[in-house]
């Protein structure tokens, strides 16, 4: 990607929280971004509904919109329209979004439209907005191969491949690395409690595994549900953690011995890279072909829920084989390096830019 020069920063404008305590992974990814643009180059209107992540808070060249209960639609959209930025980047599905389009459509609004797609394209979660972020995008990204494939597939759209970093700040291995004859070994799940993560899978695991820790961190609908659940396994090895901001998170990763995580929808998930920055080999799903983990290498990637029991008892019983992955997972997570995947996405918004003026 070419990164073009011109006479004034290029103007973006994104429906994203710049809040330090907001964990949502499509907001986290956007504030590793913003935070790493040139404020002599790049001019950045976010939300924020709390106190700002510092790095944003002083960073030059950025408008941060309060983002309050009631009225938001109206009042942010003045922010797309005078003046109308340069790009608008990321959009959602909310009622700001489909404004903008419907307004953008009509109206000679001189904005380009950079769609980045983060769940597998199918014909649930290409329908409605999504798909008219997709069909009525400048230019489409999406953040794995497999993501690419099936936007491409769906839409006849060709996207850019751009992946999602890890934060080092919270996201690093044990010093001195991993103890291999550890008394206690700790399995973690991190995510949010929703069907399709079936963390039920997880608490079934800890019933056949008593003297194994298992540590769950995250909130959602079918919390309850697996807090029941481990209840009637008996399972006392089981740890409900709640919602843990990024530093939270870190420490109970390095705290562990393997990540598991059998969630059978997503895009890319930040999590697994996460996992691996922090040493610890995955066992995950392949249905979603996830590049954060190297197959046999740096953790395990099954086919089928048949593979999973066998492939997390491999690491359980082995402390040998965990000490290995883990080492090879660090490894590889350096290849998703924020300040070159920043890089990536400004060279893609300044040409992006110099189109629309040419």
């Known amino acids: 990607m070419k990164t073009h020069h011109r006479g004034r920063p290029v103007t973006i404008f994104t429906p994203s929280s710049a809040a330090e305590n907001n964990t949502n992974a499509q907001n986290l990814t956007v504030k590793e971004i913003v935070a790493r643009l040139s404020p002599e180059l790049f001019r950045v209107t976010m939300l924020c509904e709390h106190t700002p992540d510092p790095r944003i808070a002083t ?11 009631h009225g938001n639609t109206i009042r942010l959209l003045k922010h797309c329209l005078f003046p109308s930025p340069d790009i608008y980047f990321f959009p959602r599905s909310g009622p700001l979004d489909r404004a903008f389009f419907d307004l953008r459509k009509y109206l000679p609004i001189n904005t380009a439209l950079i769609t980045y ?3 597998l394209m199918n014909e649930v979660t290409g329908a409605g907005l999504v798909s008219r972020s997709v069909l009525e995008a400048d230019v489409v990204c999406a953040n794995s191969k497999y993501v690419s494939d099936t936007v491409r597939e769906r839409f006849g759209v060709e996207p850019i491949t751009v992946y999602d970093g890890v934060d080092h700040r919270f996201f690093f291995p044990r010093r001195g690395g991993r103890t291999a004859l550890s008394s206690i070994v700790t399995v973690l799940y991190a995510g949010s409690f929703q069907p399709r993560k079936r963390v039920e899978l997880v608490i079934e695991q800890a019933a056949r595994w008593p003297t194994v820790q298992f540590r769950l961190a995250g909130r959602g609908a079918t919390e309850d549900g697996c807090k029941a659940l ?3 396994l008996g399972c006392q090895n089981v740890f409900f953690l709640g919602h843990l901001d990024a530093a939270r998170l870190g420490e109970e990763m390095r705290g562990a011995d393997v990540f598991l995580f059998p969630s059978i929808l997503e895009g890319h998930p930040q999590v697994l890279v996460q996992a691996a920055a ?5 066992v995950a ?7 954060y983990v190297i197959n046999g290498l740096s953790g395990f990637l099954v086919e089928s829920d048949t593979e999973l ?6 690491l359980l019983g082995n402390p040998t084989l965990r000490q ?3 080492t090879a997972a660090v490894q590889h ?8 995947i920043a890089r990536h996405w400004a060279g893609i918004f300044q040409e992006v830019a110099a189109r629309r003026e040419a």
């Open 324 to 326: 290995s992955m883990a």
């Open 278 to 282: 922090s040493g610890l080999p995955v």
């Open 333 to 340: 997570s350096q290849a998703f390096d924020w300040d070159h």
């Open 59 to 69: 960073r030059g060249n950025t408008n941060l919109v309060p983002y309050t209960k």
């Open 117 to 119: 797609i983060v769940m």
């Open 309 to 314: 029991g066998p492939r997390l008892a491999s």
């Open 230 to 232: 481990a209840e009637r």
């Open 285 to 291: 799903m392949n249905l979603y072909r996830p590049e």
